[in-house]
């Protein structure tokens, strides 16, 4: 089948420090990845697309990295925060007149002062 | 700009009820999806509308439904709830050709 893999175990980092989030998918190659931030009990908040013939893309202090080879997608968050405590969505879009979304179930992340 | 909302916040239901979930998109956009996301899981797609017309059902039984409006407004019907339909349901919307989606804060349903 066609799924998205993110490390279901919760990532502890000191506050300054990178955070690097993975997302991994197999048996097909999507044309772009999102990744999503969310809240506890709140709707997730789209962060970042990267498309496949991307290597990286950046905003402010976040970063994605796509590779096709691996099969994979990196989400880093340098000089992270407190609040930047959150769970992070990876997710691809599956076509064919309309477009939904298939989500990895995600990465908590705990950012500690 | 308001952004999605989604009504109710929370609501208490009983096994065998129905439920009413309504969302308003973001003005202009005319695709309506709908998600919902059992807790450490996450959001599996339900359905997409766009011009009130059903462009894409995910693996739900037939008790789930929905409909959108000619103000793209939708709902999202349940009907003879289980205890497993507990989860936040999640509304999203979009331009039509656009690739990003923007959820609303979702409503969190109970089914005891």
């Known amino acids: 089948s066609q799924k998205i893999e993110q490390n279901s175990e919760a990532l502890n980092i000191q506050e300054g420090k990178t955070a690097t989030l993975t997302c991994n998918y197999t048996n097909y190659s999507p044309a772009y990845l999102q990744w999503y931030r969310q809240d506890p009990g709140r709707g997730p908040v789209f962060l970042l697309l990267?498309?496949?013939?991307?290597k990286e893309k950046r905003k402010e202090r976040l970063k994605v990295t796509f590779d096709t080879t691996l099969k994979q997608s990196l989400f880093h968050i340098t000089a992270s925060q407190p609040a930047d405590s959150a769970t992070y969505l990876c997710?691809?879009?599956?076509?064919?007149?309309?477009?939904?979304?298939?989500f990895g179930a995600g990465t908590r992340l705990a950012v500690h002062p | 700009d308001a952004g999605v909302t989604q009504s109710p916040t929370h609501l208490i239901k009983t096994r065998g009820q129905h439920v009413t979930l309504r969302c308003s998109p973001i003005?202009?956009?005319?695709?309506v999806s709908w998600y919902q996301q059992v807790l450490g899981q996450g959001p599996q797609f339900i359905f997409q509308?766009?011009?009130?017309?059903?462009?894409g059902r995910g693996n739900f039984p037939d008790r789930f439904s929905a409909r959108q409006f000619p103000n793209y407004s939708s709902e999202l019907n349940v009907n003879a709830l289980l205890l497993g339909d507990s989860a936040l349901y999640l509304c999203?919307?979009?331009?039509?050709?656009?690739?990003?989606?923007?959820f609303g804060p979702g409503t969190r349903l109970l089914v005891l």
């Open positions: 997710a691809r879009a599956v076509s064919g007149g309309y477009n939904k979304l298939i």
């Open positions: 999203a919307s979009k331009e039509w050709q656009g690739e990003t989606q923007y």
């Open positions: 509308y766009y011009e009130k017309e059903e462009r």
């Open positions: 003005s202009g956009h005319k695709s």
């Open positions: 990267i498309r496949e013939n991307e």
